[in-house]
């Protein structure tokens, strides 16, 4: 454990020493400039927020610590020259404790972008190349199907050019963050910024055992903080008839990223790390919204929905192996659905629902169906090698060659590819990781 006496800048030096890597190899590899990082370490600035978090990544260190010493730096820097600077700070330490909320409209507040969340096999990463390359390849920005939406993060990245954007995903969760983000109908944030203020005051030693933290306290949440999140679910339902769609839409997203950040996970809920876990305050904060016309948005399997779409272009990013979705983020969709089902085993998973051919035997008959049944004028297929990994529950269920052959029996294909730091528990090695883009113009 590093000294917490220290700058921010000497903790970077200190990890990246312990790591023995040269500065140039970190620049090179987080696209953080040379200059700028070696500014930072030596205390010349200070590094961004997002600078922080790429960080942590690119070191695999723990980004709650890093983020702790950047906002310690900053109060330092606005103090420390400051004759009553000590008795401001301690004064601002009492209004945090006591929720005084500075900025009461939702424009000022800091809130979570669409991409601020946990999600296996999102393409955060990836999203500029895959749409540059659409961009060059294909023609037409009337409509553009997103149809194994997951995050939206593409869909977002497609709304810049295209009329429409189908969003569709077969999780409640997704469904619903796609409605908060995107559906443009109208919504009070001052109502939404009143209760959210009203949830950042609750005291958690003065909130009732409830079903959310009976089942997932001290286990995927530390205990108070899961009495938190069932009770806030809770109210939200009992406001149900005092919020539109919208806005129960906003609460519920803004409840999911709020808490994926305290998930005492790896980033699934398959299993919860069995270690005491850190006690970190629930501070509830909203989604930035972002509404568009021509979102569509639907919760259906992509099989059956394409039968009655058309469009330019699909972009189609199924899940590749046996791990299925529901039970990733069963802890959402239990939230989100709110039905309080009975769970069963170590993970508390309720009864399997929402379970995708795609991962299973069925996949390459399902992405045949679905790749023919899809009235487009392009097909954008993500496709990534895992499946040279030896742990089973990895190993895609379709193979490259079958996919190359089913998309050749469709149109013609152009195959693009990138190296890419891949999503991996641990078990796995994917240093020849590989991400590709299969770009089909269909047949007439
Ligand atoms: C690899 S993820 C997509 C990631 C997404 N491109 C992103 O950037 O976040 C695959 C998604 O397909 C969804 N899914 C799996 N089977 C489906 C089906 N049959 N119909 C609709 N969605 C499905 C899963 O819930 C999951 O969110």
């Given at each position: ?117 946990r999600y296996i096999g999102n393409k955060a990463k990836l999203t500029d ?316």
């Amino acid at each position: 454990m590093l000294d917490t006496l220290i700058s921010i800048g000497d903790t970077l030096k200190e990890i990246r020493e312990t790591q023995g890597l040269h500065l140039q190899e970190v620049a090179d590899k987080t696209a953080i400039n040379y200059t700028v990082l070696s500014r930072i370490e030596t205390g010349k600035r200070l590094p961004t927020k997002p600078q922080v978090q790429n960080l942590a990544t690119f070191y695999n260190y723990s980004e709650q610590e890093l983020i702790k010493h950047l906002i310690s730096d900053k109060i330092l820097y606005e103090v420390q020259s400051e004759d009553f600077g000590l008795e401001g700070f301690h004064l601002a330490e009492q209004k945090i404790k006591y929720g005084l909320a500075l900025f009461n409209d939702y424009e000022n507040l800091e809130k979570f972008d669409l991409q601020s969340r946990r999600y296996i096999g999102n393409k955060a990463k990836l999203t500029d190349w895959i749409m540059e390359i659409i961009h060059k390849e294909t023609e037409g920005n009337e409509t553009f199907i997103d149809i194994f939406s997951g995050t939206a993060i593409v869909a977002r990245e497609a709304m810049k050019t295209y009329k429409k954007v189908v969003l569709n995903d077969i999780l409640f969760s997704n469904n619903i963050a796609y409605r908060a983000f995107f559906d443009n109908s109208k919504w009070d944030s001052k109502k939404i910024v009143d209760i959210v203020n009203e949830y950042n005051t609750l005291n958690p030693q003065k909130i009732k055992e409830n079903y959310f933290s009976k089942n997932f306290g001290g286990k995927f949440y530390e205990k108070e903080v899961s009495k938190l999140i069932g009770h806030i679910r809770e109210d939200i339902e009992s406001r149900k008839n005092e919020l539109n769609k919208k806005e129960y839409a906003i609460l519920l997203t803004s409840l999911i990223y709020t808490i994926d950040r305290l998930a005492n996970t790896v980033g699934h809920f398959d299993a919860y790390i069995k270690k005491p876990i850190v006690k970190r305050p629930l501070n509830f904060r909203l989604i930035q919204t972002e509404d568009f016309a021509g979102a569509k948005i639907y919760r259906e399997d992509s099989n059956q929905l394409v039968k009655r779409l058309k469009g330019d272009i699909a972009y189609i990013d199924p899940p590749y192996n046996s791990r299925q979705y529901s039970r990733f983020y069963h802890i959402y969709e239990n939230l989100v659905k709110w039905e309080k089902p009975k769970l069963h085993g170590v993970a508390l998973k309720p009864e399997p629902e929402n379970m995708s051919k795609y991962c299973t035997v069925k996949a390459k008959d399902a992405f045949k169906d679905l790749v023919g049944n899809l009235d487009v004028k392009y097909l954008a297929v993500s496709y990534n090698n895992t499946y040279k990994s030896k742990s089973k529950s990895s190993k895609n269920k379709i193979e490259y060659e079958e996919i190359v052959d089913i998309l050749n029996g469709v149109g013609k294909t152009k195959i693009f590819e990138q190296s890419h730091q891949y999503f991996n528990a641990g078990k796995t090695e994917f240093n020849d990781h590989k991400e590709f883009l299969f770009l089909t113009k269909k047949y007439d």
